[in-house]
T-cell receptor, first 112, second 114 residues
Framework: AQTVTQSQPEMSVQEAETVTLSCTYDTSESDYYLFWYKQPPSRQMILVIRQEAYKQQNATENRFSVNFQKAAKSFSLKISDSQLGDAAMYFC?????????FGKGTKLSVKP | DVKVTQSSRYLVKRTGEKVFLECVQDMDHENMFWYRQDPGLGLRLIYFSYDVKMKEKGDIPEGYSVSREKKERFSLILESASTNQTSMYLCASNTWTGKNQPQHFGDGTRLSIL
């Protein structure tokens, strides 16, 4: 069985600052993938960033990067230069064989 | 771009009604999923399908059924709606290429059962 834990139900960041969202997971799979999804208020869930567990190098997508610690089963998301449009629910997910297990989400607020 | 379309953005039904939620994807994806999203609980998988006419139970299948008669369409059915099924329902699809491809989501259907 796979589990995903996001320990921060809510986070807040000042515009232009950096924030890190935490995620830990547990899985018995040897080949798995990790994802961060963003869900803005009343809008569609979209993929932010993806990490393949067999890759040691941390994934980066523009202002978004991950800190993947495989031994610790930790997969945190760092958002640099935060913008008002980053305000959303963020979900961490672990997947294998096409399925995903989601965490309960972190609500990120961005203060102007 | 992948397009996942859910038939209704908002839906209000009465207790005991049979409710159909429809989802269509346009990318020829093999896999389709139905999730339920509730505050503080995240996304919970109801059912998923790997192929036409195939279905697998997720974590919370009770009170729901699904239908996949065509590859692009995946329907969620509430056999006899109850108030505890009031929720946001999300449909998603992806393809399996030996690597876990990301799931693409629809806009969601906010369902209220009165």
């Amino acid at each position: 069985a796979q589990t995903v834990t996001q320990s921060q139900p809510e986070m807040s960041v000042q515009e232009a600052e950096t924030v890190t969202l935490s995620c830990t997971y547990d899985t018995s799979e040897s080949d798995y993938y990790l994802f961060w999804y963003k869900q803005p208020p009343s809008r569609q869930m979209i993929l932010v960033i993806r990490q393949e567990a067999y890759k040691q190098q941390n994934a980066t997508e523009n202002r978004f990067s991950v800190n993947f610690q495989k031994a610790a089963k930790s997969f945190s998301l760092k958002i640099s230069d935060s913008q008002l449009g980053d305000a959303a629910m963020y979900f961490c997910a672990v997947g294998s064989q096409g399925n995903l297990i989601f965490g309960k989400g972190t609500k990120l607020s961005v203060k102007p | 771009d992948v397009k996942v379309t859910q038939s209704s953005r908002y839906l209000v039904k009465r207790t005991g009604e049979k409710v159909f939620l429809e989802c269509v994807q346009d990318m020829d994806h093999e896999n389709m999923f139905w999730y339920r999203q509730d505050p503080g609980l995240g996304l919970r998988l109801i059912y998923f399908s790997y192929d036409v006419k195939m279905k697998e139970k997720g974590d919370i299948p009770e009170g729901y059924s699904v239908s996949r008669e065509k590859k692009e369409r995946f329907s969620l059915i509430l056999e006899s709606a109850s108030t505890n099924q009031t929720s946001m329902y999300l449909c998603a699809s992806n393809t399996w290429t030996g690597k876990n491809q990301p799931q693409h989501f629809g806009d969601g259907t906010r369902l209220s059962i009165l």
